[in-house]
């Protein structure tokens, strides 16, 4: 009983932890302004230390056995690069009609999947975070070379985005922190033994929200102003954005079920396709478009929406997780494993 009331408590934690860090961003970034800039400088160098972390804490065997699952990554790619796009583009075109700009800048953040924080809640819904990591050399490749694409088709064709923008992205969000990650892990492993490097695992494990939470704050602290400054379209984006989160979590439901998923592989599907890559397309937008300044706010107004609706989401599947491990229970007595397959 102890132990239930101890991981009722830790689950609360974290989700009021990332909930007081966007609250705190966000004032932060509107009653001084200048701070929330200087947090918002260190997006990139925070979105690096996570995308190491969470590396550092894969045994990469396992992300090897991984891709054995063929039939998860198809359905996986399927739903991130037909589906999901569809999904957002008849979102956008519905709502924004009215707001070319907007329409283009939120169509880019629909269809981009992310390639880091998705991870990190995975790991706190207790997903698969192995098979994770194998999504997101796929996520990260695929929409930087589809991204001419999409300004192709939502631009009209107006703007060119320089190939070398692509290799640098893959060099600097992905190669690098693996080629730290990687010699770390297998390092310190050796050097510490099975042992005490499976509790330093356990106290990185620990970390991760806490650099979640930093991320969120400084994001929101940067961004805030964007939001008060197009109040006036903010209603209509967040309206596109609330409907195509609940779309793609049906769609995650639909797929799971379709596929027999096991609960982890189930909540890796369902934060994969829910998370999108704002902070890599604001970046790729802003070089490419510099001058637009209301398809820079799209992309922001979803990025900031984007971290309490995961935070929501989080909950969501841990109920579910918890609601299926009860009904095994009561099916097979208390000898019910924990790695449950939902449906």
């Known amino acids: 009983m102890l132990n239930v009331l101890g991981n009722a408590v830790r689950k609360a934690g974290i989700s009021l932890l990332l909930t007081a860090s966007i609250v705190a961003g966000a004032a932060i970034g509107h009653l001084w302004p200048a701070t929330g800039e200087l947090l918002g400088s260190h997006v990139n160098a925070t979105l690096l230390i996570l995308v190491a972390l969470l590396f550092f804490g894969v045994r990469f065997e396992a992300v090897v056995r991984a891709w054995g ?13 037909v589906f999901v796009p569809a999904i ?8 924004l009609a009215a707001h070319p700009m907007l329409l283009v800048g939120l169509s880019i953040y629909f269809m981009a999947p992310c390639t880091d924080w998705f991870l990190g809640f995975t790991r706190l819904a207790r997903g698969n975070v192995a098979l994770g990591t194998a999504l997101i050399p796929i996520n990260m490749i695929g929409q930087l070379l589809l991204y001419p694409a999409y300004l192709r088709l939502f631009a009209q064709g107006s703007v060119q985005i320089e190939a070398g923008v692509i290799g640098d992205t893959l060099l600097h969000w992905f190669l ?10 297998y390092g310190l492993r050796r050097l510490l033994g099975g042992k005490r490097f499976g509790r330093l695992l356990q106290r990185m494990d620990r970390a991760v929200p806490w650099v979640i939470a930093l991320l969120a704050m400084e994001i929101f602290a940067a961004n805030v102003t964007v939001i008060l400054a197009h109040r006036n379209a903010f209603a209509w984006v967040l309206l596109a954005v609330f409907v195509f989160f609940a779309c793609t979590y049906l769609l995650g439901e639909a797929i799971s079920r379709l596929g027999r998923f096991a609960y982890p592989e189930h909540a890796l599907l369902t ?35 984007e971290f ?36």
């Open 88 to 95: 957002g583009y008849a979102i956008a075109s519905a709502v």
């Open 176 to 185: 690098v922190p693996l080629a730290v990650a990687v010699p770390a892990h």
């Open 69 to 81: 699952n063929l039939r998860f990554l198809a359905l996986a790619a399927l739903a991130t690069y």
């Open 308 to 343: 309490p609706h995961l935070t929501v989401l989080r909950r969501v599947l841990l109920g579910q997780r918890q609601r299926a491990y009860r009904r095994t229970l009561r099916h097979s007595g208390m000898g019910a494993r924990n790695d449950l397959t939902i449906y």
């Open 271 to 305: 934060m994969s396709i829910a998370a999108r890559n704002a902070p890599l397309m604001l970046a790729l937008t802003m070089a490419a478009m510099p001058d637009e300044p209301l398809i820079h706010a799209a992309l922001v107004i979803g990025m900031l929406v």
